[in-house]
């Protein structure tokens, strides 16, 4: 048997990647072939993949720091590095509690337990979210983390291929999974890394025999089967494009200075003053950016348009999923909720003046105003402000 280098694996590993991005059927495929172990997956694939993001992020913060026009901040080196730490154990640790999850739901939706490809499907599908992590050495890239959503799709493929649920159960055994990953991660990084037992066995019930209609998840909420498998088909749709956009060698990606024209001189009697744009992307996923300040008085806030690019269509899983949270502060309220086929999240401080108010817009664009203002009224109407019908006619 020939010995592998170090070298030879990270040259493996960055071609899986690309073929997982571009190519996921036929990649999942060939992973499904694929002798592996529990813990050779995870050793081998997730330890290091899941290092990208809070290496790059130690990096980013101590050598540029964070800051918008004019105002920067950088962390202490110990913080920084406790931060890194705790997303690292976090991610590890969510990583093998989701493969858990998955294995011990296959029999609820007419699937196969198997440990093996159960890790199969919660390492591979990952690879997105990990590798897309990168950014964080540049904070001004920040905003492409959302990209690291197409891990969604690649779970999307990978789970009814490897887990075998009949097909008219394949939905719902998805979306299960998928509410549960979000409850897994969240609980993973709350609790630094602490595997629970009580985690192994989730609450969940579902009428899996149905692929129309919603399945219930206790204390969390339904998810609309028909607008799920919608989701699923713009999600494709999304990976079609990557790999045309990779081919071409060009970007999808609407220009960052055609964003900036979207940005009124005034609102509300706030001036707007500096504005900065960014655009990047690599191996067909890519987005840009425009951001400005308005300013009035000692009050200012920002307005940004940011073009996530293909990968706009995951905002799509918050329509089937019926997202919607909402939480109450004495001081103020955050929420989350679907209007009009759109994710719109708000969050106001009354005792600061300070919120946010952000939506999607044709399910690539997104649209934020954050900052202080004298009421969330204000940053609603700057949002308001972009013309949401030529901001979707630029989408090519």
Not at 50 to 57: E, F, K, M, R, T
Not at 259 to 281: C, K, N, S, W, Y
Not at 342 to 351: F, G, L, Q, R
Not at 372 to 383: G, R
Request: aromatic share 8%; with cysteine.
């Amino acid at each position: 048997m020939a010995t592998q280098f170090p070298g030879d694996r990270s040259k493996g590993m960055i071609e899986r990647i690309k073929r997982l991005i571009l190519s996921p059927t036929a990649e999942w495929q060939a992973i499904e072939a694929e002798p592996m172990t529990t813990m050779g997956i995870f050793t081998s694939w997730v330890v290091p993949l899941a290092a990208i993001g809070p290496i790059a992020g130690l990096i980013g913060a101590q050598l540029f720091g964070f800051g918008f026009l004019g105002v920067h901040y950088r962390p202490s080196l110990i913080g920084s590095i406790e931060t890194a730490v705790i997303g690292y154990v976090s991610m590890l640790a969510g990583i093998f509690i989701l493969s858990l999850v998955i294995d011990a739901l296959a029999p609820s939706f007419g699937g196969t337990k198997n440990a093996v490809a159960a890790m199969k499907v919660a390492a591979f599908s990952a690879t997105a979210g990990l590798v897309v992590g990168i950014v964080q050495i540049l904070p001004s890239l920040f905003f492409l983390g959302f990209l690291g959503f197409y891990s969604l799709y690649l779970m999307w493929i990978g789970l009814p291929l490897l887990m075998k649920p009949p097909a008219d159960k394949a939905v719902p055994y998805f979306a299960v999974s998928l509410v549960v990953c979000v409850v897994v991660y969240a609980v993973a990084m709350a609790i630094a890394g602490t595997v629970t037992g009580g985690l192994m066995r989730p609450a969940i019930t579902a009428d899996a025999g149905e692929v129309s209609g919603t399945v219930s998840v206790p204390g969390l909420g339904s998810v609309d089967l028909d607008k799920m498998k919608a989701a699923g088909e713009r999600m494709k749709a999304a990976s079609a494009q990557m790999q045309a956009d990779a081919a071409s060698g060009h970007s999808s990606a609407v220009p960052a200075d055609a964003l900036q024209a979207m940005l009124p001189a005034t609102i509300a009697g706030f001036t707007r003053g500096d504005v900065e744009t960014q655009a990047g992307g690599a191996a067909g996923i890519s987005g840009s950016k425009a951001e400005a300040r308005y300013t009035m008085g000692d009050q200012s806030f920002s307005l940004s348009v940011a073009d996530v690019g293909a990968m706009g269509a995951v905002a799509t899983l918050g329509g089937a999923m019926n997202l919607q949270s909402s939480k109450t502060t004495a001081n103020g309220y955050e929420k989350t909720a679907m209007v009009d086929g759109s994710m719109v999240s708000e969050k106001w401080d009354n005792a600061d003046h300070r919120g946010s108010y952000s939506t999607m817009v044709a399910s690539r664009f997104a649209v934020d105003a954050s900052g202080n203002a004298p009421s969330i009224d204000v940053l609603k109407q700057a949002v308001a402000a972009i013309d949401t019908g030529k901001l979707a006619g630029l989408a090519k």
